[in-house]
C-alpha cells in the first residue's frame, strides 16, 4: 500500500515537472523608413515626350520583334497542320 502512495506521488510530482514551456521572445524586426513616392507617371503616353535613349532601345528592338513574330506564326501554322481538325481518327 505504501508502495502506491509513493508511486502515485511520483507520478504526480512527474506530470508536474513536464509542464509546458512559456514561448520564448523572439525579437521583431523593426520597421524601415519608408522611402519617397514620385507622384509622376510610370510611362509616358506620348512618345514625343519619352526619353530619347528608351526611344533608341525600341527602334532597335523592331527587327528582333518582327523576326520572333514570323517564327511564331511559322510554327502556329507548323503546329495547326498536325492536327487531325478531319475527323479522321477516334474510337
Same mark, same amino acid.
Request: glycine letters at 8%.
Given at each position: ?28 524586426? =523593426? +520597421?524601415? !523608413?519608408?522611402? *519617397?513616392?514620385?507622384?509622376? %507617371?510610370?510611362? #509616358? ?6 526619353? $530619347? ?10 527587327? =528582333? +520583334?518582327? !523576326?520572333?513574330? *514570323?517564327?511564331?506564326?511559322? %510554327?502556329?501554322? #507548323? ?6 481538325? $478531319? ?5
Amino acid at each position: 500500500m505504501k508502495k502506491h502512495l509513493i508511486l502515485a506521488a511520483a507520478a504526480v510530482l512527474g506530470l508536474a515537472a513536464c509542464k509546458k514551456k512559456a514561448p520564448e521572445q523572439i525579437p521583431q524586426p =523593426k +520597421a524601415e !523608413a519608408q522611402a *519617397a513616392v514620385s507622384t509622376e %507617371a510610370v510611362v #509616358e503616353q506620348n512618345p514625343l515626350k519619352m526619353p $530619347g535613349a528608351y526611344v533608341k532601345t525600341q527602334v532597335g528592338n523592331i527587327g =528582333k +520583334a518582327k !523576326a520572333a513574330k *514570323a517564327l511564331y506564326e511559322k %510554327a502556329s501554322k #507548323e503546329h495547326m497542320e498536325t492536327l487531325d481538325l $478531319g475527323g479522321s481518327g477516334g474510337n
